[in-house]
């Protein structure tokens, strides 16, 4: 009995010391096995052939947070991206007290890493400069490279994924993530909101409604290990980039959505599930704006400290029609070059019937954007 217990502990060793060496590596789910360790010494596995254990050499269950008894954990991010966008980095700008593009709160773009009012805080822990998404069996990853961290080196922030899963341009899932600061997976801080009632975006995708009535993402399916699924998403600071926040999402909790928009958010109090859509809530002049060019708007007001990206398609090839579909859509082949602009005749003419009679928009082809001048009062 005794040399049986002897020979299970030592295989158990040789498996911990195979699994520390991979580990850093691996694009695997880790499962924590609930009961003993098997009698033969192998190791469980979900089915996708990579997955490792990590049960004690004295059989006791590992817990990645208090008490949370937890079934699969995720362990890396894939190799092969499945989407990409950039964003603009506004501390090329923060000087002048301006984003450096892409804040156009009509078509709910942000780009607010700045104080309210006087624009003269900029916040690098609040600008996103990248964003990529990643996907396995189990998983659907994002990450979010901001431009750095705050004056004490830490994200005291929220950061989130917004997933469009029925493709009509409005939020279905928001998971967000309260002050990220571990470079291990952890579940604490982390919530996943759903928009059941489907009112987020209220009556025009992507575009600001007035007198919105949505309740935003109202249903909370996820709560820092408490659900249906106690493993159901985590976050963790990229064990390769301090400025990177990595997020990963059980797709059975999405309801394995094939094809879906995602984007990303940074900020402080506006990520609030019951604040979306944003510009729904907020008019354009409670909002303010952070472009000098829209002179009426200017600065940033109620809305201030938060950024946005554009939303990236997976698991389809887009039209270009899709509302809020970044501009420059960059395929899935890993280290390939942009693409160049790809602007559908539908997001072209959506330009320039912009619904604020204030500004006169035109798309310019040559920066791939939709650019408005102010022409007057309404
Ligand atoms: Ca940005
Ligand atoms: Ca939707
Ligand atoms: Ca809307
Ligand atoms: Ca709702």
Known sequence: MKSTNFRTAFIMSIVIIVIMACGTTSTATEVAATAEPLANGSIPSTGDGESVSTTGADGSTP?????????????????????????????????????????????????????????DVYYPNLDI?????????????????????????????????????????????????????????????????????????????????????????????????????????????????????????????LGNPAKYLINMWAGNALIDPSLFDINDKFSHEQAGAADGGLQVYYPIKAVAEIDNSCRMAVGFEPTGQEPGLCEVFIPNIPGSPPQGCTASPTKILACSINPDPSYSCSWNKNSCSCECKYVGPK
């Open 129 to 253: 400069v990248d964003t990529f998404v990643f996907q396995d069996e189990t998983w659907i990853y994002g990450t979010i490279q901001m431009k750095g961290r705050d004056a004490n080196n830490a994200f005291p922030n929220k950061y989130a994924l917004e997933l469009d899963t029925d493709l009509d341009g409005k939020g279905d899932w928001l998971i967000i993530a309260s002050n990220p600061a571990s470079t291990e997976w952890k579940v604490e801080g982390v919530q996943v909101y759903q928009d059941a009632n489907k009112d987020v975006g209220n009556v025009t995708a992507v575009f600001s409604d007035e007198k919105a009535t949505s309740d935003g993402f109202e249903t909370i399916v996820f709560d820092q290990g408490s659900g249906e699924d106690v493993d159901s998403a985590w976050v963790r600071i990229s064990p390769n980039d301090p400025n990177t926040i990595e997020f990963s999402v059980k797709r059975s909790v």
């Open 63 to 119: 817990v990645a947070g208090t008490g949370i008894q937890h079934v699969v954990i995720p362990v890396g991010i894939p190799a092969d991206r499945s989407s990409h966008a950039g964003d603009h980095d506004s501390s090329t700008t923060a000087e002048i007290k301006q984003a450096a593009g892409g804040d156009r709160f009509t078509f709910g773009k942000f780009e607010r890493p700045f104080n309210a009012e006087t624009m």
